[in-house]
């Protein structure tokens, strides 16, 4: 074993660390499972531009309460490096293993260091705690959460000021603070009982609540339709923070039909019948969807653990249909900007957000009501800036999107928000209803409107160094060697984002590259109007590629063929790249 993990190893057995980890410990080195100390102390748990994430448990490379407070104390000795203390941070947590545990850690070190703390008492949105850093004026934020993943991950999010996701120059700065604490012993840190008598705790959940709620009600568009409405939802919080919210927003919209999904309602971080909570797949909405079929509902709903994302099931011929995330955006997106242009609202000024890996449909509904689209790159955080930037230009934000299920309407959040967006879904189901339309009916003439896109995704997971070095490795490759012809599809331009780079193939010359900041993104355009994405994941160990193509309907065409055309085409891509791939 390298000399340095056995160094780690040793330290984290001394008594600077409690008895329950180092039996953790103990029992790894009693049992000889080298491997899996390698892979807990080859290196830190990094933390990146959005914070901390990782698989729970011991060592240095996990999360536990001395990895999270190590973040702690650099995120404070930054805060306390601008001058923020008295600002104070805003501290929220999801359902998860140990959320509560790691919650009150960062609790303990901030107010260890003089550092103001709103915590909330009860598990929240990761929305939420955009929102009250925003309405309390906190410098600061942190949820801890890891989203959609598995019950053995769990992580750390940071927010500054506006209330969006940490961007340059902070992140970068927060990361170097971060690294600057070498061992547990740089770190301050109380008790929690210290905590709440310090005069520098204060919970905020009945302050915050009831305010978010009523500015959210103030996005509906058609309330009194909501109020006549007798459409039936169905929703499952997938045992997360949305569990409350989340019914109390819909009611708040007007409606009166709301069916909680009972087995998925009660908060649990062990998600027992949905062991991978992500509303974007089938596995996660069966529950639901049984349920939903047994009430004959109108949609099914489903937020993720810490409720930023929703899933969606709506009916279509007496079956359920699962909608993708570029769907739900396009149908949100639709509604809106028909609703504002009804209303005489729709300004030139209006500004649509969306990122480079969503679908372009997104561009050509925008495009058909004259608003402009902006696009930055993959993550949330980039939304929220580009909103902080509107409101210095005298722009107006309308409406966010990402194809990974997140959405997001009005700028009183910065974040996405299944709060938000569950509630505009269910409005617009009831207004199409009301219409004589179903969603599936509308979602159909968009395609025909704007035509059919076909988008897909490949995550492919990696484990350990070896698994990260092979994706930096194809990643380089990509960028040296990309792939010229992908079966009757011609690479025509590539860009290379990290580099700010591009090349076109058919003139044989440089381009202007995208103008976006530096990141580990290339983007390759073929022939048929085909795309092809790849990145490595942000906050989990994956490489991702995202797979695009479309085409407009043309004279006397019937839908049905329009898409089997673009899907055949879309299916032999994919196929080949991975072939090429051969990862």
């Known amino acids: 074993m390298d000399a340095n993990i056995k160094a780690r190893i040793e330290e984290w057995l001394t008594p600077l660390y409690d008895e329950e980890t180092r039996n953790e410990i103990r029992s790894l080195l009693d049992s000889g499972n080298e491997k899996e100390l390698e892979d807990r102390f080859y290196t830190n748990l990094e933390f990146g531009t ?25 995120l404070a000795n930054y805060i306390i490096r601008k001058g923020g203390k008295e600002k104070g941070v805003v501290i929220g947590r999801d359902s998860r293993l140990f959320s509560d545990r790691f919650a009150m850690e960062s609790a ?18 990761t929305p939420l705690v955009s929102y009250a850093v925003r309405k309390l004026n906190a410098i600061a934020g942190i949820m801890i959460t890891a989203s959609h993943n598995p019950k053995q991950y769990n992580g750390y999010k940071v927010f500054w000021s506006d209330g969006g996701q940490v ?25 929690f009982e210290e905590t709440k008598k310090s005069g520098l705790y204060k919970e905020i959940d009945e302050e915050i609540d009831p305010s978010y709620l009523q500015e959210s009600k ?36 007007g409606f009166k039909n709301i069916f909680i999904v009972k087995e998925q309602s009660i908060p649990d971080g062990n998600f027992p019948l949905a062991p991978y909570p992500n509303p974007e797949i089938p596995e996660a909405m069966e529950v639901g969807m049984k349920y939903a079929k047994e009430m004959k509902a109108d949609v099914l709903l489903a937020s993720d653990p810490d409720a930023d994302r929703i899933g969606v099931m709506i009916r279509k011929d007496n079956d359920y249909l699962l909608l993708n995330g570029n769907q739900i955006g396009c149908l949100l997106l639709y509604y809106i900007l028909s609703g504002l242009k009804e209303k005489g609202q729709l300004s030139e000024k209006g500004r649509v957000v969306t990122t480079i890996v969503s679908t372009r449909l997104l561009l050509k509904i925008a495009e058909g009501f004259n608003i402009k689209v902006d696009e930055v790159l993959t993550g949330f955080k980039w939304i929220a800036e580009k909103i902080r930037k509107y409101e210095k230009t005298n722009e107006h934000f309308i409406f966010g999107c990402e194809e990974s299920h997140g959405y997001l309407v009005g700028t009183f959040v910065r974040d996405k928000d299944a709060v938000i967006a569950s509630s505009l879904f269910a409005e617009l189901t009831a207004y199409y209803k009301s219409k004589g339309k179903s969603v599936a009916d509308v979602l159909d003439e968009i395609y025909i409107k704007f035509g059919y896109f076909k988008e897909s995704q490949k995550s492919i997971e990696v484990k350990g160094k070896e698994g990260l070095d092979k994706i930096k490795a194809t990643m380089e490759n990509l960028r040296k060697s990309p792939p010229e012809k992908i079966s009757d599809f011609k690479l025509l331009q590539v860009y290379d984002l990290k580099n700010k780079r591009a090349f076109d193939l058919v003139e044989k010359r ?49 839908l049905d063929d329009l898409k089997k055309d673009v899907e055949n085409i879309h299916n032999r891509l994919k196929e080949d790249f991975l072939k090429f791939l051969n990862f």
């Open 50 to 74: 959005g914070g901390l994430r990782g698989t729970i448990g011991a060592g240095t490379n996990r999360m536990n309460i001395y990895t999270v407070r190590m973040a702690t104390q650099g």
């Open 167 to 191: 961007v340059p120059p902070e992140d970068k700065e927060i990361i170097e603070e971060v690294k600057k604490i070498a061992s547990i012993k740089d770190v301050k840190v109380i008790s």
């Open 510 to 558: 440089e381009i202007t590259p995208m103008d976006l900041p530096s990141s580990d993104v290339i983007v390759m355009k073929f022939s048929n109007d085909c795309e092809i994405i790849g990145r490595p994941s942000g906050t989990e160990p994956k490489i991702k590629f995202y797979f695009s193509n479309f085409k407009k309907i043309s004279d006397g065409q019937k």
């Open 218 to 253: 103030s996005l509906s568009m058609n309330y009194d339709i909501n109020l006549q409405s007798d459409i039936k939802i169905c929703y499952t919080p997938l045992y997360g923070t949305g569990y409350k919210l989340i019914p109390e927003s819909l009611k708040n919209f």
């Open 108 to 125: 303990n070190v901030l107010v260890a260091n003089g550092i103001k703390v709103y915590f909330f008492n009860d598990i929240h949105p």
